[in-house]
């Protein structure tokens, strides 16, 4: 009878501290998922605001060229005009909080990196207008051959455009499966039955 009360007590203090063992690692993983989840939200968030902005900016140009009834010959050097008179400029935490959010979904991360890439062409390109710009003011005369400033206007047009629709579609899967309170149910939505939107956006992403 000893025996047994001494195995089980001894069973009882195994148990015990086993039962708390698996209660304290639960507490500390809902902690670090809280955690880690909170990150996640502040990445999306700042991800989805440069996104909008690019996206507000987009709209607006769109409809001042309409007011200003600017043909499709004239909009790619009208539009470089104005993207370098007012210049739209990412936070220096967006590829930090893209790189976070990549594993979140395959087609979030083709979308960022893409919008990110084109971006930062634009970007480049904006420079060398700029300069451009800056020389006519001064000395009157174009610093490069006309051609050239044609060819990287319509690659600005075009890049915008592009840059715009990639923004599109990652705000929308940033929206449904990291700042949604139900990111599961999406998930598995999206999977099963995606909306015409969301085949635009795959499909957009499997052009050549």
């Not at 001894?10 to 993983?29: D, E, M, P, R």
């Not at 915008?160 to 939505?189: D, G, M, Q, Y």
């Amino acid at each position: 009878m000893e025996e047994i009360v001494g195995f089980l007590d001894k069973w009882q203090t195994l148990a015990g501290a086993t039962i708390s063992g698996i209660i304290a690692l639960l507490v500390a993983l809902l902690v670090a998922y809280k955690a880690r989840r909170q990150e996640d939200l502040s990445a999306a968030m700042l991800l989805v605001g440069n996104l909008v902005a690019v996206r507000t900016a987009s709209r607006a140009l769109e409809d001042l060229a309409k007011e200003e009834s600017i043909s499709n010959e004239n909009l790619p050097y009208w539009l470089s005009e104005k993207l370098v008179r007012r210049r739209i400029a990412l936070s220096p935490m967006f590829e930090a909080s893209r790189i976070r959010l990549m594993p979140v979904d395959v087609r979030l991360a083709a979308h960022l990196e893409l919008f990110q890439m084109i971006f930062t062409d634009i970007e480049a390109k904006l420079d060398m207008l700029t300069n451009d710009f800056a020389a006519f003011d001064a000395v009157e005369q174009a610093t490069r051959d006309p051609e050239v400033l044609k060819a990287d206007c319509r690659a600005i047009q075009k890049g915008f455009v592009t840059a715009v629709a990639h923004a599109k579609c990652a705000e929308r899967i940033l929206t449904l499966k990291v700042l949604s309170n139900w990111p599961t149910f999406h998930t598995v939505r999206m999977m099963l039955k995606k909306t015409s939107e969301e085949r635009a956006c795959k499909n957009r992403l499997e052009r050549p």
